[in-house]
Nanobody, 114 residues
Framework: QVQLVESGGGSVQPGGSLRLSCVASRSDISFSAMGWFRQAPGKERELVARIFSDGSTNYADSVKGRFTISRDNAKNTVFLQMNTLEPEDTAVYYC????????WGQGTQVTVSS
């Protein structure tokens, strides 16, 4: 069994920055992909960014140029650096990791408001 624990959410003004972290409970496995999804009230969960074991990445168009995903393979940790945050980024952010199946964290709230 794998558990994912997120941290780093919070409230910030438009234009501000936050850094999310997610650590997996096991370091003896290699996730083929780790990433972040988000879900705003009344909307479906959507992919924000994902990074694969070879280091390749993909991003939602809405966050390209503002968000950067990275991972520490040795510690099975994934990060999301979020810059120039906008009110539209307000959502619960979920960590996701894939190892034969998809695993999810419990979510962390990000609120962007003046």
């Amino acid at each position: 069994q794998v558990q994912l624990v997120e941290s780093g959410g919070g409230s910030v003004q438009p234009g501000g920055s936050l850094r999310l972290s997610c650590v997996a409970s096991r370091s003896d496995i290699s996730f083929s992909a780790m990433g972040w999804f988000r879900q705003a009230p009344g909307k479906e969960r959507e992919l924000v960014a994902r990074i694969f074991s070879d280091g390749s990445t993909n991003y939602a168009d809405s966050v390209k140029g503002r968000f950067t995903i990275s991972r520490d393979n040795a510690k099975n940790t994934v990060f999301l650096q979020m810059n120039t945050l906008e009110p539209e980024d307000t959502a619960v952010y979920y960590c996701n990791a894939y190892y034969y199946r998809s695993y999810w964290g419990q979510g962390t709230q990000v609120t962007v408001s003046s």
